[in-house]
């Protein structure tokens, strides 16, 4: 039987100063908090998992609205991890790091700073700030051994980062666990709230350092489900990954795409089985 999709779209809306975001990410969801706020009930008081993390947005949308301690930031890839956790624990000495670069800022200067490793400490959490703020089209690009590897954004200035915003971003992430593993070492979580952005299926354009799996995440997800709340937030049709019909679904109309910050709009869903 088909799932019944909710009537009414939700759209999302982009602002340019958003307190809940630290870098332009693909697939970011900082758009999204309107539609969080109708899709998760207030009165929930589960642990909330934000398990394929990226950017960040849903995890720090969390902290701020149910706080910081019931949060668990998880992603398979440590250079964002590195830049959550100094986010967390160093944001002055992080500014601190981006204004360096912001002072220094060229296009020899961003390829120079490309080719430091990224993955370790505040340093490195500074360095990956500077390059993600400063690529093409926001489009940052992990290959699968990690590496950062987006050309620069042509023809605009390096942006200023406010010291002030960085820190109230912290604060509000104080409490946060943060964690890097594959999203398997979560399927025995129980009682929770699980947000999963995974990279999406069907996706040629490699923006991650890796695809999953189908079949493993559907099995996971099989599992999962029983024991939790579970947010979904996909491109493809729901039928891909054989939600019951507890699930509701909800189609998401973007002004552009979360892909790519050049093409315009696309469609979304979030499926939840609550
Ligand atoms: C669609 S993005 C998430 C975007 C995020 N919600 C945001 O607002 O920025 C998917 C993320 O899944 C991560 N990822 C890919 N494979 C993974 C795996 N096996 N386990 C955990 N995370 C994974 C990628 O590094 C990427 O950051």
Redesign the pocket.
Known sequence: MPLAVESGVFVVKNRRKNPLKIIP?V????GFTDIFDKIIPTNIDEKIYD????????SFYACQRFGSYRVNY????PV?VNLINELQSHPTELWEVYEDHYQKSSVEHYYEVREIPLVDGVESAGNFLYLAKNAFSGKIRFNSQNKFNSPIRKGSSCPKLDLQALQNLSEIIRDMAITN???REFKEVKNSLLYL????FNNTKGH???V?KLKNFKSFLRRVEVYNNVVLSEQNDPALFGLTKNYKVFPITLNRSLQYITQTGSNEIIACNY
């Open positions: 990410y697939g970011c969801k900082s398990i394929f993390g990226g950017g960040g947005s849903f998880n992603d398979n890839n964002l593993f594959d999203y952005d995974p990279p999406y991650y350092n890796g999953l």
